[in-house]
């Protein structure tokens, strides 16, 4: 019997099993293997430095590109006042058809050039509609100078019969007209220019807005990249181990 007992003891000292050089698995030793694989895991699913970088900078560009400073600087708003000068200067039917042909012309340029520079649209639909107004309007001072013409004809016949006073009246009545249509054309070229000044102060407010949304991007866009960095560098480390305690 007591042969066998030694035997039994020198054969498990001399043949060690697979479980011989470490420590029994526990509850606790598995939990901590549990918790490093989930965070490297975690670590694998994370984007790398460069595509983060990469994110980055993409998103900087879409913001740069949305508040991008127009590089058109035509004052488009001149071309109603010329037009309006024009107008206003006109005293036969063939300047009046002179005024009216150059502001077609520059409502067709302003179409064209409304398609190709998106950043002044709403500048040029203002001018646009500044100059379809002179269009409209020379047509009226074509209809009102065709009636002083004929209005000059019988003052003209009223003094040739020597038919004094009815002639005085209808000539009072032509100076009238005249000075009230010099009058509403004067309206006219300053109300081109109050609404020029506006659009020059809508369009210096997009401008001022556009500069500090610049700036903004400039001071952030640093900063982004550096936190990034910062973030896959911290992200790269790996995690300490959690310690477990064996006090009793």
Request: charged fraction near 35%; include cysteine; charge should be positive.
């Amino acid at each position: 019997m007591s042969g066998m007992s030694i035997s039994g003891v020198g054969g498990a000292a001399g043949y060690p099993g697979p479980s011989a050089g470490r420590p029994p698995a526990s509850p606790a030793n598995e939990e901590q293997q549990a918790l490093v694989d989930a965070l490297r895991e975690e670590q694998e699913g994370q984007p790398d430095l460069a595509e983060m970088i990469k994110e980055a900078r993409e998103k900087a560009a879409e913001r740069e590109e949305m508040f991008k400073l127009p590089k058109n600087s035509r004052r488009y708003g001149d071309t109603a006042i010329i037009a309006y000068s024009k107008l206003a200067r006109a005293r036969s039917l063939g300047e009046v058809d002179a005024a009216s042909g150059y502001a077609r012309r520059q409502i067709a340029q302003l179409r064209a050039a409304k398609r190709s520079d998106s950043d002044n649209a709403d500048r040029i639909q203002a001018a646009i509609n500044q100059l379809q107004k002179a269009v409209n309007r020379a047509g009226r001072k074509k209809r009102e100078i065709s009636q002083e013409k004929l209005t000059a004809k019988r003052h003209a016949k009223l003094e040739k019969e020597k038919r004094t006073r009815e002639a005085k009246r209808l000539r009072h009545q032509l100076k009238c007209r005249q000075t009230q249509r010099m009058i509403r054309e004067s309206g006219y070229l300053r109300e081109a220019e109050v609404d020029n000044r506006f659009q020059d102060q809508i369009a210096a407010s997009k401008l001022e807005m556009r500069n500090q949304m610049q700036e903004l991007i400039d001071q952030t866009k640093v900063p982004v990249e550096t936190a990034v960095q910062q973030y896959a560098a911290a992200s790269a480390e790996p995690a300490p181990a959690p310690e477990i305690s064996v006090e009793a």
